[in-house]
């Protein structure tokens, strides 16, 4: 029994402390205008629809011309919306969605979002890092001209998402370097997290017809 109330607690807290972190993002204040405008709920997922691509494509362009601290505090902020939207849309909000397929694409633009964020980080302030020998040959020397250290940029970026941070291409050299490196690892497999089980939910479960599984609970099938 007091575990229970420990655990109804616990979820409800922290249901209680993203709900309020959820309105202190610039995609809630938009949606809370359109609402105001009369637009009906289900009509409301155009917002998502654009604002998800947009900052996509600015943190991809924000990658080419990336220069001082406020590309850190831009792309900490886009961090914290995302991962705030995205936990409130799996552990907090009730009811129906749209499209599973859609929020599928969403959470898919997002990932490749973080990704170009923490390479704006890496272009914006490469002093923090130190860049592996092969790396620093083949993406990121200055000689062979920016776009394509840019590219680099971007690869590593991309390779230290996906390892968790375990690829030994970029090491950090001061503290907020190794900061970055750590936050990339840890958002990139939230994410990682995010996009499986939304995967995993659209899968159909097959009746078995081995007789030792017949008494598995099964789950109907959803038609994508």
Known sequence: MIMCLIHFSIVKTLSLFFGKLYWFSIYRIILWWVEKRGVEKEN????ADLYVPICMVFSLTTVFWAHGVWVLCVGAYRLYEIII??????????????????????AFL?????VFWFAAALAAQPKLFYFSEELQTHWVCSNLG????????????????TTFGTTLQILPKEPLGAFILFLQA?????MTLVILTSFIACL?????????EQDLPIKESIDP
Do not use: M
């Open 44 to 47: 409301r997922g155009f917002v």
């Open 85 to 106: 939207n995205q936990i409130n849309f799996l552990f907090v909000k009730r009811g129906t969605i749209r499209s599973r397929r859609r929020a599928i694409l969403l």
């Open 110 to 114: 997002s990932y490749f979002e973080i």
């Open 146 to 161: 920016h776009n394509w250290s840019t590219c680099g940029y971007l690869y590593s970026s991309f390779i230290n998402t």
């Open 186 to 190: 840890i958002v990139g497999f939230f």
């Open 204 to 212: 159909p479960i097959r009746k078995s017809t081995d007789p030792a």
